[in-house]
């Protein structure tokens, strides 16, 4: 034992050590920049499929914005709603009143706890005019 202290590391222990320790950091390394890599690939996605059907679904609510019509307009959105991960999908008029909004709970039962909150990704919420006609009947909004 006080060999190995007296005249210290081998050589070849020391390369040995530095070749894991790379190893190591540049794991760890590749791991972070991944996750984030994927992260910020999964928020463009996010956005653009909000972003589709906001726009979908407002052109195909737009024809039934009237009051008599208003159910069918909220059905379809329920329909779109229940079929997706959507977090909330909300339709304000130009009074900036609610007409209807449809709201899911954040949690994800599939996904673990500590997973969701060591790789955050916020849900974006994009936006659509919706037109009754050539009047601006409100905006869509979905998150």
């Known amino acids: 034992m006080s060999r190995i202290f007296k005249h210290g590391l081998s050589l070849k222990t020391q390369v040995y050590g530095l070749i894991i320790l790379i190893s190591v950091i540049s794991f760890c390394v590749r791991v972070i920049t991944d996750v984030d890599t994927t992260r910020n690939y999964l928020q463009t996605q996010m956005a653009s499929h909000a972003q589709d059907t906001a726009t979908s679904l407002g052109l195909s609510i737009s024809p039934y914005l009237e009051d008599d019509s208003l159910v069918i307009a909220e059905t379809m959105a329920t329909a779109i709603f229940d079929s997706g991960y959507y977090s909330q999908i909300k339709f304000t008029d ?40 050539w009047m601006m009947a409100g905006t869509l909004d979905v998150t």
């Open 94 to 133: 130009v009074q900036n009143n609610i007409v209807f909004e449809l709201q899911n709970p954040k949690r994800v039962e599939s996904v673990p706890g500590w997973f969701i909150s060591a790789v955050e990704l916020s849900a974006p919420t994009m936006h659509s005019e919706i037109n009754n006609g």
